[in-house]
T-cell receptor
Framework: AQSVTQLDSQVPVFEEAPVELRCNYS??????LFWYVQYPNQGLQLLLK??????LVESINGFEAEFNKSQTSFHLRKPSVHISDTAEYFC????????????FGSGTRLQVQP | EAGVAQSPRYKIIEKRQSVAFWCNPI?????LYWYQQILGQGPKLLIQ????????DSQLPKDRFSAERLKGVDSTLKIQPAKLEDSAVYLC??????????FGPGTRLTVL
């Protein structure tokens, strides 16, 4: 079995400030890791993913996440947020073999204030 | 490339009524998933199809929920009879390779 813990349900931050959204996972086998973003009344959009290789992965809109195997973490960071980053962010994990369905965390609401 | 399509987008029903949701995955995607997202929670897998066969339905409440994927393309998810706790967003996702799932906009179900 696998599980995902997102430690913060809400993160308020001012525009242009840095932000970190925390994610820890538990699994007995090797995993793939994902961050999805959900804007109001929309479906989930993939933000970035770790499959293998470099432990630091980046998205096209300035977010990055680092896979830390020893700490079983996959925290999401952005050095300077925009109002448009306001959304719900979900961390997810899947096995790297087998059925590969996603197990999601409970989400973190990022609220960017002017 | 067209994305995952779902309909309806919104549905309001009375408890004990039945309801059905439809999903059309991205063309060529063999794997299709249905997730339930209750307000304030992350999505939870209900059922996974590979082509038209069920891979995992261990978390599907089979006394009231059913799903099928005819000809390995479109899928329908049905609830009969609905309960108040079934109020949620039902998300459909599809994947070609096992490394990325693409999600539809979801169907928001309200059970009164």
């Amino acid at each position: 079995a696998q599980s995902v813990t997102q430690l913060d349900s809400q993160v308020p931050v001012f525009e242009e400030a840095p932000v970190e959204l925390r994610c820890n996972y538990s699994s007995s086998v090797s995993v793939y890791l994902f961050w999805y973003v959900q804007y109001p009344n929309q479906g989930l959009q993939l933000l970035l993913k770790y499959l293998s290789g470099s432990t630091l992965v980046e998205s096209i809109n300035g977010f990055e996440a680092e896979f830390n195997k020893s700490q079983t973490s996959f925290h999401l960071r952005k050095p300077s947020v925009h109002i448009s980053d306001t959304a719900e962010y979900f961390c997810a994990v899947s096995h790297d073999t087998g059925r590969r369905a996603l197990t999601f965390g409970s989400g973190t609401r990022l609220q960017v204030q002017p | 490339e067209a994305g995952v399509a779902q309909s309806p987008r919104y549905k309001i029903i009375e408890k004990r009524q039945s309801v059905a949701f439809w999903c059309n995955p991205i063309s060529g995607h063999a794997t299709l998933y249905w997730y339930q997202q209750i307000l304030g929670q992350g999505p939870k897998l209900l059922i996974q199809f590979q082509n038209n066969g069920v891979v995992d339905d261990s978390q599907l409440p089979k006394d009231r929920f059913s799903a099928e994927r005819l000809k390995g393309v479109d899928s329908t998810l049905k609830i009969q009879p609905a309960k108040l706790e079934d109020s949620a967003v039902y998300l459909c996702a599809s994947s070609l390779a096992p490394r990325e799932q693409f999600f539809g906009p979801g169907t928001r179900l309200t059970v009164l």
